[in-house]
């Protein structure tokens, strides 16, 4: 059974800082890509941040210089690093397992509030 498991939302006023944790179960962490998404209400989920097996990241516009993702294989665990937040930033984040074939993993989500 796979699981993701993400932490580390919260309520944050703007230009602080979060950083998002999404830790795997089983075996599949090592053989994946991982993604960081968000959806806000009444948008579209989104990709935030993406890195592969070997580490490579990639950033859309948008949040490119101020989040930064890793992960530590040896905890099955991506983090997300979120910098100079913006009320935009607010959304639920989602964390994805990828291995470039279905089925994909997603996890439940963390509620991330950006407002003074």
């Known amino acids: 059974q796979v699981q993701l498991v993400e932490s580390g939302g919260g309520l944050v006023q703007p230009g602080g800082s979060l950083r998002l944790s999404c830790a795997a179960s089983g075996s599949i962490f090592s053989l994946s890509s991982m993604g960081w998404y968000r959806q806000a209400p009444g948008k579209e989920r989104e990709l935030v941040a993406s890195?592969?097996?070997?580490?490579?990241?990639n950033y859309p516009d948008s949040v490119k210089g101020r989040f930064t993702i890793s992960r530590d294989n040896a905890k099955n665990t991506v983090y997300l690093q979120m910098n100079s937040l913006k009320p935009e930033d607010t959304a639920v984040y989602y964390c994805?397992?990828?291995?470039?074939?279905?089925?994909?993993?997603w996890g439940q989500g963390t509620q991330v509030t950006v407002s003074s």
């Open positions: 890195i592969t097996r070997g580490g490579s990241t």
């Open positions: 994805k397992a990828d291995r470039g074939y279905a089925p994909y993993y």
